[in-house]
């Protein structure tokens, strides 16, 4: 059986030639404890609880006098197809990695996953002799799903988000770009969540920053921006999506 042990969140600052805004780091710990029957029987593996990463964007352009706004479970609407949920994706799959001290580079996992035991040290794993050793993605999630149906043990899993304004001087019209936007978090797992909340604010004709504005914080504190009167647009296509269900060795 599963339980949500912990879930928690932090932010930090994202400064890139490409990017300004933060890092949205979000910690999932769970336990599982295999039930007697479980353990000794070829019962189906019972996933945990599923992830929610709920958001609602207001965005401003105000050289162009147009605002969106969207609002959504991104997860459960393009949870295969983005970089951000790698980790959780592929949870069994990264424990594996981690436990044979190979973890995937943080360009291609943004984020990371351990698996620990009931003394919460890392589990190492050391293939006997004469044992089949994985060959693929699939074989190692499942070594891994086998391992925690028959043992006491904690998963831990840390997504990292980084919501961002591109602030690269290079594109069109760099010096005329003034944009605003608020974004609300709501994510976790097993109704266990957290809420946090970013505001950016970036002008291009002031390359020194100083008018730009930005905070982080966990909580919600203003849960709107003015419209301003300003015309209303759809959301961008980003914001679109088509189901993609899981690759091999992952898991929703």
């Given at each position: 059986m599963w339980r949500v042990l912990q879930v928690t969140g932090s932010g930090e600052n994202l400064d890139t030639s490409e990017a300004f805004?933060?890092?949205?780091?979000l910690r999932i710990v769970l336990e599982h404890r295999p039930s007697s029957t479980s353990a000794a029987s070829n019962l189906p593996f019972v996933?945990?609880?599923a992830l929610v990463w709920n958001e609602r964007i207001s965005f401003l352009d105000h050289?162009?006098?147009t605002f969106w706004e969207w609002s959504?479970?991104?997860y459960a609407l393009k949870g295969n197809t983005t970089l951000t949920f790698k980790p959780w994706r592929s949870r069994y799959c990264e424990a594996y990695n981690r436990a044979m001290m190979q973890s995937t580079h943080p360009v291609r996992l943004r984020g990371s996953v351990e698996l620990l035991d009931e003394r919460d040290q890392e589990i190492r794993i050391t293939h006997l002799p004469g044992q089949p050793i994985p060959q693929d993605e699939y074989q190692?999630?499942?070594m891994i799903r086998r391992y925690?149906?028959?043992?006491?043990?904690?998963l831990v899993v840390e997504i990292h988000d980084r919501p961002s304004i591109n602030v690269?001087?290079?594109q069109d019209n760099w010096a005329e770009v003034h944009k605003e936007r608020l974004l609300l978090f709501d994510c976790?797992?097993?109704g266990n969540h957290v809420r946090a909340s970013q505001y950016l604010k970036v002008k291009g004709s002031d390359p020194t920053k100083t008018t730009w504005q930005r905070s982080f914080q966990m909580q919600w504190g203003s849960t709107n921006l003015s419209s301003h009167n300003y015309l209303r647009e759809f959301s961008p296509h980003l914001y679109s999506f088509d189901s993609t269900p899981p690759r091999a060795g992952e898991y929703e």
């Open positions: 805004g933060h890092t949205f780091r996933e945990p609880p050289r162009k006098e959504g479970d991104l190692k999630a499942e925690i149906s028959r043992n006491i043990c904690k690269s001087p290079h976790g797992v097993g």
